[in-house]
């Protein structure tokens, strides 16, 4: 499959471990967050979102959680699966303006 | 509902070529953005098309273009290839609201040699 990212940084974990991915982002502006999951060869797919007015959100085995004083956003995984290692993007938005998006992290599940 | 389509999935040019990559959106979306995504840079945003305008454009040179038809459908268009145009060209749909979420096709992998 083709490479996602030569240089991302990479996060190991053990399968039945929680996953912690974190996201730096830039625009203090930025309304709406969304993470999304990458495997090799396909494109993005989305996983959970959150708007600016929430500091939490609970999806099925994954929760982000907003820290915007900080600007910092994080995925959490759940009991990680090997079906989970893809590489993770987190991408911020406000208003009419295009996506920006992080520059992803490779999460590596150890059976 | 059908996901967004790509066509094609790869391709493969000589420099100074032109190509044309294909997007059709999901069913009832209207906005239809475009990606390049290349190991050095990430994730670049082209530009966005809303009902056949182009909303927002991003940061590439003019041999970048593109255009959405009445249904939806997009095309991007690069013309005068060049080696670091070698990339995925991702194409994302979103539906009426503009915090709607973005959904992703396959991509479109362009090598240039």
């Known amino acids: 499959g083709e490479s996602v990212g030569l240089h991302l940084p990479t996060l190991s974990v053990q399968e039945g471990d929680n996953s912690i991915i974190n996201c730096a982002y830039s625009?203090?502006?930025?309304?709406?967050f969304i993470w999304y999951k990458q495997e090799s060869g396909k494109g993005p797919q989305f996983i959970i979102d959150i708007r600016s007015n929430m500091d939490k959100r609970q999806g099925q085995r994954v929760t982000v959680l907003l820290n915007k004083t900080v600007k910092h956003l994080s995925l959490q995984i759940a009991a990680t699966q090997p079906g989970d290692s893809a590489v993770y993007f987190c991408?911020?938005?406000?208003?009419?303006?295009?996506?920006?998006f992080g520059k992803g992290t490779r999460l590596s599940v150890i059976a | 509902k059908a996901g967004v389509t790509q066509t094609p999935r790869y391709l493969i040019k000589t420099r100074g070529q032109q190509v044309t990559l294909s997007c059709s959106p999901i069913?009832?979306?209207?906005?239809v953005s475009w990606y390049q995504q290349t190991p050095g840079q990430g994730l670049q945003f082209l530009f966005e098309?809303?009902?056949?305008?182009?909303?927002n454009k991003g940061n590439f040179p003019g041999r970048f273009s593109g255009r959405q038809f009445s249904n939806s459908r997009s095309e991007m268009n690069v013309s005068t290839l060049e080696l670091g145009d070698s990339a995925l060209y991702l194409c994302?749909?979103?539906?009426?609201?503009?915090?709607?979420?973005?959904?992703f096709g396959p991509g479109t992998r362009l090598t240039v040699l």
């Open positions: 994302a749909s979103r539906g009426r609201g503009d915090t709607d979420t973005q959904y």
């Open positions: 625009n203090s502006a930025s309304d709406y």
């Open positions: 069913s009832g979306h209207r906005s």
């Open positions: 991408a911020e938005h406000q208003g009419n303006t295009p996506l920006v």
């Open positions: 098309y809303f009902s056949e305008t182009q909303r």
